[in-house]
């Protein structure tokens, strides 16, 4: 099997899912934010402040692109990995794409601090959660092989489902 991506909103769980199911699975874990912040020298609020959002998103293409390379991992990708035409694409050539469902309520309500999101930063985070994922729910899907509901279920059960679904497939 290639990669298995983990996609959707930011605070469905997608770094803490991916190194759940890296550890069961055996492979390596890749945390695409982190892979940016590295490429950068700079933490992703940074990026968005100093550079802009054009080039973050940039970076992320390119991060995505390195995975063409590396071995079977599970990857945690950023929340809005999916705006782009090109990375959805590569999305779908790097292996098996998982959607992690959250509802825009949901999501603020497990991100304790949103200034790490810049996104989602200052006192609009909830419009704007909401906008942003209706914007992007159907990219999400579309993109998707397994979608899997993260409301009511904790980390574990969700790797858990995730690794069976992905044995069915
Ligand atoms: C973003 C989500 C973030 C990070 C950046 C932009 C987005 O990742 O890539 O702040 O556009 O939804 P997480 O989904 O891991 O929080």
Known sequence: MSHVLLIGFMGAGKSTVGRLLAESLDRPFV???DA?????????????????EDRFRMLETEALRALIDAPPSVVACGGGVVVRDENRALLGSLGAVVYLKVSAGE????????SSRP?????????????????REALYSAVADISVDTEGSGPGQIA??????LEDA
């Open 36 to 52: 940016v912040e590295q490429a950068a020298g700079m933490p992703v609020s940074m990026i968005f402040e100093d550079l802009g």
């Open 119 to 135: 996104l989602l930063a200052g006192p609009g985070a909830a419009l704007a959660a909401t906008s942003l994922l209706a914007a």
């Open 31 to 33: 945390d695409l934010d």
């Open 160 to 165: 858990q489902f995730v690794q069976d679904a």
């Open 107 to 114: 999501s603020i309500a497990r991100i304790s601090d949103t």
